[in-house]
């Protein structure tokens, strides 16, 4: 198969494949961004294979940084772009379910994509636009079929994280899985143990935020590979809750969203120590949080502006997005109405601060203070007070 038409992006780093055949070596866009081309989906990354040498190609190119260079792979900064290019490899026997010991580098692009995961993945294509398919990848394409290049088992034991892929790229791709592969994945997932948290929540994160999410959990139901994830052994019947409550088409609108969704659905008492084992950030715990604490303030209230002020706009929609995925009532045009009302959307708009409390009224600071300065907040988001000096020192000698 050839292409007719090569995208902008394998456009602009041609020169770069042009260079290192020049200087005797084969070179080849590879891995997903070929995927996504013959899919007619947008590039994220392009990859280049080479059979030269990391040594070699930092001889070729004249700017270029070590990023993994025990690896193969080196950085080259060229044409206003930065692209990864790595020597053709294999690899020894994993050690730990995900890393291999050693790996080798060889001149056969044949031998470099044998190990990688699967034939949708395993595409080359060379300056010509011709694909190179050695896996019959182009039919499972065709067949919207993901299945692992070579032996299943063999795939999942060297690296269990590709069970994860595998369910993230169903969803992503809108892709099932081929029955073996399907069957290495379930027998597998207990492997998923041995993996480091940060990768799996990679990982699930991006199933989550996939466009056909829903088959993704499905899947993960499927081959069991939930049991083996932080703190979602036996929760079956909470996933398939999940997946009945919510529209068919809703996709969410951003990580914190979905997973606030994940702990809503699984009735998790601690979102925070539950966030804490994905070894997620505590920015994101907040936020995620925050999301969960107005969709159950919204099950038995109305929106007030004291709400929209103390969460935020952008929390309340996400929040009211799930209501409307779960069908019941939203007033997003309220949300809008609300927060226009506001006359400050943070306390740091106030135009007095403690120090002024201190020097032009001569008060102490401590507890009583920060409880002034809590009232007129309060006072002036409700509208009972205007942010302006003279009302607020007015306000305060009242108090």
Sequence with gaps: MKLETMPSDFQKALPLLNKIKEAGFEAYFVGGS????????????????????????????????????????????????????????????????????????VRSLEEDLKRRDFTVNAFALDENGKVIDLFNGLTDLDNKLLRAVGQPEERFNEDALRIMRGLRFAATLNFDIERATFQ?????????????????FIEFDKLLMAPHWRKGIEALQATKAYQYLPDLADTFEKWQSLLDKMSEDFVFTSSEQAWATLILALAIREPKHFLKKWKTSVNFQKDVERIVQVFNYRLNNELTKEQVYAYGKKVIVLAEELRQAQGLPVDFAKIESLDQELVIHDKHEIVVNGGMLIKELGLKPGPDMGRLLTAVEKAIVIGDLANEKKAIFDFIEQL
């Design 34 to 105: 070929v995927r996504d081309v013959l899919l007619g989906r947008d590039i994220h990354d392009v990859d280049i294979a080479t059979s030269s040498y990391p040594e070699e190609t930092k001889r070729i190119f004249e700017r270029t940084v070590d990023i993994g260079i025990e690896h193969g792979t080196v950085l080259v900064l060229e044409n206003g772009g930065e692209y990864e290019i790595t020597t053709f490899r294999t690899e020894d026997v994993y050690v730990d379910y995900r890393r291999p010991q050693s790996v080798s580098f």
């Design 184 to 200: 290495a994945m379930t027998t597998h997932a207990p492997l998923l143990e041995k993996i480091s948290i940060e990768r799996s």
